[in-house]
């Protein structure tokens, strides 16, 4: 399917154990984006890349890393999970002008 | 640095009736500006655009304009749905570094 596309849409999970976050885009965005979306915060950057093999820190980037080995592919990866990053986790994509959300995923850290 | 102020929520409307949300911004240099829209359960979608001063951005019956010189946004539709019920954000891009303001849930009663 064309567009940007995230897995798994639903993760339980439990402190201290890794977990990845997958996003996929078929449109060889240049840009691609992480952010958590919480209560009371908004939307908050955490990793962002501008190109295969390049990544930067967003707003809140503790607890998290990234790799893009691949354009079409930007993981998201909690090292070991904390109760603080149950949160819903977007993924965006851009070229120039305007960013393309993925549907998103719901993680949830016992 | 760049940001971006929209109108606290939540707006609720009955149907029909119209509608404005405020959104100012701080920029340097010359910012495209969006609005943003968020269903329950499902990601950002793009709603409408304008990247440079005096642009109308338009979509489904809903209409912003870049002010420059108020350096302001705001989204307005004269007669809203139900299904117009989201969460609806203003945001900017300057310079592939993207800000978003924090969201403003509309409910539409019938």
């Known amino acids: ?9 639903y993760k339980i999970t439990e402190t201290g154990r890794q977990v990845t976050l997958m996003c996929h885009q078929t449109w060889s965005h ?14 908050r950057l955490i990793y962002y890349s501008a190109a295969a093999d390049i990544t ?4 809140v980037p503790d607890g998290y890393v990234v790799s893009r080995s691949k ?9 070991s999970a904390t109760r603080s990053q149950t949160s819903v986790y977007f993924c965006a994509s851009s070229e120039r002008i305007e960013q393309f959300f993925g549907p998103g995923t719901r993680l949830t850290v016992l | 640095g760049d940001s971006v102020t929209q109108m606290e929520g939540p707006v ?19 910012p495209s500006l ?3 829209v968020q269903y329950p359960g499902e990601g950002l979608q793009l709603l409408l655009k304008a990247t440079k001063a005096d642009d109308k951005g338009s979509n489904k019956g809903f209409e912003a304009t870049y002010r420059k010189e108020t350096t302001s946004f705001h989204l307005e539709k004269g007669s809203v749905q139900v299904s117009d019920s989201a969460v609806y954000f203003c945001a ?10 924090t969201g403003t849930s ?5």
């Open chain 2, 12 to 30: 609720t409307l009955s149907e029909e009736a119209f509608l404005t949300i405020n959104c100012t911004y701080t920029a340097t240099g010359y």
């Open chain 1, 30 to 43: 240049s840009y691609m984006f992480w952010y958590r979306q919480d209560l009371g915060h908004g939307l």
């Open chain 1, 71 to 79: 354009t079409e592919n930007f993981p998201l990866t909690l090292e």
């Open chain 2, 106 to 110: 509309l409910t539409v009663i019938p």
């Open chain 2, 92 to 101: 900017l891009n300057a310079g592939n570094q993207f800000y978003f303001g």
């Open chain 1, 1 to 9: 399917d064309a567009g940007i596309t995230q897995s798994p849409r």
């Open chain 1, 56 to 59: 930067d820190k967003g707003e």
């Open chain 2, 34 to 36: 969006f609005w943003y």
